[in-house]
């Protein structure tokens, strides 16, 4: 039973695990080639989304920096928050393609790092979990 318990649990969890993990190498490897610079909040555009009706908004920081031939380059990160993560003025970490150097994202942990975490815990806490529950009960 305890075999059996730990194969459906694996089966159920094990991929959600590796997404993270893919997604962990994915960013070391597209920072590896990346270039880096500070930037500057210079404000926040709000962008709602609609789906279904249901109406929802996020603050997406709005950044400028200077690439690395010195050109000024302004772009609206992907990712939102509501409330506002950064207000205007504030100095971030910047991460840029220098071929797209407009597709550049915030590099800070909560934007780069929090989702494939979130994969990973949901794929091991649960194993973790059941690993504990049974050597405690000695199932």
Not at 21 to 36: G, N, T
Not at 83 to 97: F, L, W
Request: proline content about 5%; hydrophobic content about 45%; glycine content about 8%.
């Amino acid at each position: 039973m305890k075999t059996f318990i730990f194969i459906v649990l694996s089966v159920c969890c094990l991929p959600f695990a590796g997404v993270g993990l893919y997604e962990i190498y994915e960013i070391e490897r597209e920072a590896a080639s990346s270039a880096h610079a500070v930037g500057t909040v210079s404000g926040n555009s709000y962008q709602q989304t609609n789906i279904d009706g249901n109406v929802s908004g996020a603050y997406h920081p709005v950044v400028e920096f200077t690439g690395a031939n010195g050109e000024k380059i302004r772009f609206t990160d992907g990712v939102g928050s509501l409330p506002q993560d950064y207000e205007p003025g504030a100095a971030v970490e910047v991460v840029y393609s220098r071929q797209q150097p407009e597709k550049a994202r915030i590099y800070s942990w909560k934007r780069i790092w929090l989702a494939p975490s979130i994969f990973i815990a949901v794929g091991l806490l649960p194993l973790a979990v059941a690993a504990v529950i049974m050597r405690r009960l000695k199932f």
